[in-house]
Every structure is written in structure tokens, then in C-alpha cells.
């Protein structure tokens, strides 16, 4: 195999290497003892716990520590208040490298065979809900700097790792709030790495935008013995869904993004049904009604291709031709949520960086990908306006959100020893 890893020598990257090797047991203990602080999201539980949790730790490892109150937003509450924790080490006046990883995880759901807040390491495996979505990732991020550090390495630069709140949910208390006053931003921060689990040996680049839209449709409240003399908002939304199945479907499906979405599925816009809500409440007690108010709610995937406006206009095009040929029915469309598409530039340093180390630790090139879904990219590219962040890490992205997470301890290595290297790369060290 050719070494086509060059910026950092050799021999320093071995050294590195050594030390993530040497750390193994306690970077899988790390990831479990994340893992048994169970931070729920929805609705957040025990973020304060974790941040303290992950702050004392690299206190301890030398980092200087900032706990950020996401004060001003109306989910951090006292009951469950929104905290972020920032740590650094600044050694040089070289770059800023920060990783980010949220604290946040799924609940766990059923269909489990182990408990999934015990931290279970069995068959080279961490087992627990948020093991690679996304507490491996955190762990990984922590045994490169300390990796670095073991290995003697004065860093030209600063490295900041932060543990942030509410990815699951939007990341609005978490990073948007860090980018929102000014913790992340162009000028203060150079590169970002976030450690999804995207696999060892992928870097994702973003991801397809998000609209998400609420149809309310108002009919006419009638005897339900004589639905003729009611309108029915329910018979609306119907309408509407099928013109979304027969119409809208198909013209979403036949527009392909060149940005590399996986799976190859998500490569196309698309749509879905969040839900609907419409008439009587089906579990209390039924009066006869015709439904005078129905609501659903949708999720559209954009294209960088598409842009919002036209993917916007698209729907209200289509609303309005379903709401002429309703009578009676009115509808209104409302805006939930929109997130813009994000791709990391091609000649981004942060990939080059991550390409050699992943060359250089798995003896293979990686593969470019971009997020079916939407992570906090989002924000250190639209808020804090930052060009350079990918998403890198450990972990399969299908077992996200499954029953059995869990992450393989020899990608958790890997994925330790290439953000090390990567990070190195990033500062110029070694040159
Ligand atoms: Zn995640």
C-alpha cells in the first residue's frame, strides 16, 4: 500500500496511533459512562448532569471549561435547563479546531435485548441508546486531544471539544445557540468536526434542506346524520393527500440531487406525512359532527438544486389547485420549520484533512456523503457562518435511533486515531 498520508510525518502519526491503542479500554469506559446518563430528548433530561459530567472530565485532562446556559430560549427551563459545556486548549496561536458533539439522544423505545442505559460491552461492542448517536463520537473526540497530548505533541493551535444539547430536536438551545452568541463563529473558529456516525470511513458534507408545513383545512360543522347539510374538513385533507400521493410524489422522486446523499433512496426530494389531526378526538365520546377543522402536518426534503422558494411555491401552487376544486373548504398553509440545505466546499481543508488520515489509519480513500437528514452543520454554516465542517465519526448511521445501538470498538479506535491526525493536519503540525 502506497503511504499517500504526507502533512504530518509518519512517525508522529504512528506515535499518535500508539497512544489511542494504549487508551482503548478507557475511551470504551468514557463511552459507557456517557451512555449511563441517560439524556433523554424529548424532553431533555439530566443535560446539566452530562455537561458537568463531560467538563469535569477534561478539567481534569487540562482543558479550561465554560458551561453556556442557553439563556432566552423557552426550552431551557428549570426543570430542564439547556447546558452546554465548551472546553479548550489553546498551546499556540495556529487554528481553532473544535469538535462537536451533541449530548442529546432518542429515547430509547422498544424491542431492546439489553438495558439500554447500562453501558453493555460485549462481542467488541458498547451497547446503549446514543452509544453512536452520538457519546462514542464525544469519546472519540476526548481521546484524540488526550491521544495528542500522551504523545507529547505541543499543538500550534487550540482544540476545543463541546458537548451541546438538543440536536435531536433542532439544536436550537445547543449549537445555534453557541453560534447565536458568538462562541462558534468565522473569525474565532477555523474548522469543525462533528462525530456523527456516519461510518469510519465516510465524511459527510452536508445534508438536503428541510420544509416542514402545516395544512389546516376548515369545513362546515353539521348534523353527521345529514353530512350532505356540513362540510367536511376531513374529506379535504383527503383530497389534498391524494393529489400529494398522485401528483407531488412522482415529480419529487424524478429530481436527483448531485450532492452524495446516502442511502441512495434520499438521493431524491421527497415528502412525507407527519401526521394528521382532524375532527373528534377518536378516543373521547362521538356526538354526530361533520369535521369542520382537520390539520396534517408534512415533511419536505428539498434539493440544494430546488432552493426553498421554488420547493415553497410548489406547495402553494399545489394547495391552491386542491383548494379550488374543494368548495367550501378553505385552506391554510403555515411554516413549521425550514432548514437550508449545507455542503462543505470541495476544496475545504477540513477534507483534505480527513481524507489523509483515513488514508493513512484504514489504508483505504473515503467516501464523500452527505445526511438523509439534518444535524447541527446547519448552524455552524448558516449562524456562525463557518465554510469548513464536516460530519466525521464513529458508528453506523442506520443503527441510529434502533434498538441495539451500538458502536464497534474497532471503529471507535480508528475514528479516535483519524480526528487525532486529522486535527494535527488541520493545525499544520508536523510540517
Ligand atoms: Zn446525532
Not at 139 to 156: C, K
Not at 166 to 182: I, M, N, Y
Not at 242 to 266: D, H, M, N, Y
Not at 383 to 399: D, F, T
Request: aromatic content about 4%; hydrophobic content about 40%.
Amino acid at each position: 500500500m502506497a503511504l499517500q498520508y504526507r502533512i504530518v510525518d509518519a512517525a508522529l502519526a504512528d506515535r499518535i496511533s500508539a497512544e489511542v491503542d494504549r487508551a482503548r479500554d478507557e475511551i470504551v469506559q468514557l463511552t459507557a459512562d456517557l451512555v449511563r446518563i441517560p439524556t433523554v430528548n424529548p424532553p431533555g433530561d439530566l443535560y446539566d448532569a452530562c455537561a458537568h459530567f463531560l467538563g469535569g472530565d477534561m478539567k481534569r485532562r487540562g482543558f479550561d471549561v465554560e458551561y453556556i446556559a442557553a439563556d432566552g430560549r423557552p426550552e431551557h427551563t428549570l426543570r430542564h435547563p439547556r447546558i452546554n459545556v465548551v472546553c479548550s486548549r489553546r498551546q499556540g496561536a495556529g487554528p481553532v479546531v473544535h469538535l462537536n458533539g451533541h449530548i442529546d439522544v432518542v429515547p430509547p423505545g422498544d424491542g431492546w435485548t439489553v438495558d439500554p442505559f447500562a453501558g453493555v460491552v460485549r462481542d467488541g461492542k458498547i451497547f446503549g441508546r446514543g452509544v453512536c448517536d452520538m457519546k462514542a463520537g464525544i469519546a472519540a473526540a476526548v481521546f484524540a486531544a488526550e491521544a495528542i497530548a500522551r504523545a507529547g505533541v505541543e499543538l500550534p493551535g487550540t482544540i476545543e471539544i463541546s458537548g451541546t444539547v438538543d440536536e435531536e430536536s433542532g439544536g436550537f438551545a445547543g449549537v445555534a445557540h453557541l453560534a447565536g452568541v458568538g462562541r462558534i463563529r468565522k473569525g474565532r473558529t477555523d474548522f469543525v468536526i462533528i462525530p456523527e456516525p456516519l461510518n469510519v470511513d465516510r465524511i459527510c458534507v452536508g445534508h438536503r434542506g428541510v420544509y416542514w408545513f402545516e395544512v389546516t383545512a376548515h369545513g362546515r360543522i353539521g348534523h353527521g346524520s345529514m353530512p350532505f347539510l356540513g362540510v367536511s374538513a376531513i374529506d379535504g385533507v383527503g383530497r389534498l393527500l391524494q393529489t400529494v400521493r398522485e401528483q407531488l410524489t412522482p415529480a419529487l422522486a424524478s429530481r436527483k440531487t448531485s450532492v452524495p446523499v446516502v442511502p441512495a433512496g434520499a438521493r431524491h426530494a421527497t415528502i412525507n406525512i407527519n401526521g394528521i389531526d382532524g375532527g373528534q378526538p377518536v378516543d373521547g365520546i362521538q356526538t354526530p359532527c361533520v369535521a369542520d377543522l382537520c390539520r396534517a402536518v408534512f415533511d419536505r426534503r428539498f434539493l440544494m438544486e430546488e432552493g426553498f422558494d421554488a420547493a415553497k411555491r410548489e406547495i402553494e401552487a399545489l394547495v391552491t389547485a386542491v383548494a379550488q376544486h374543494t368548495p367550501g373548504v378553505r385552506f391554510d398553509l403555515r411554516d413549521l420549520m425550514v432548514v437550508h440545505p449545507t455542503r462543505t466546499p470541495d476544496d475545504s481543508p477540513v477534507i483534505a484533512a480527513l481524507d489523509r488520515s483515513i488514508r493513512h489509519v484504514l489504508g483505504q480513500a473515503p467516501a464523500l456523503v452527505a445526511s438523509p437528514g439534518t444535524y447541527d452543520h446547519k448552524h455552524v454554516a448558516r449562524i456562525a457562518g463557518i465554510p469548513h465542517c464536516v460530519a466525521y465519526g464513529p458508528g453506523e448511521l442506520e443503527l441510529a435511533h434502533q434498538p441495539d445501538e451500538h458502536c464497534r470498538i474497532d471503529d471507535l479506535v480508528n475514528a479516535t486515531k483519524v480526528i487525532a491526525l486529522a486535527t494535527l493536519d488541520l493545525m499544520g503540525a508536523g510540517r
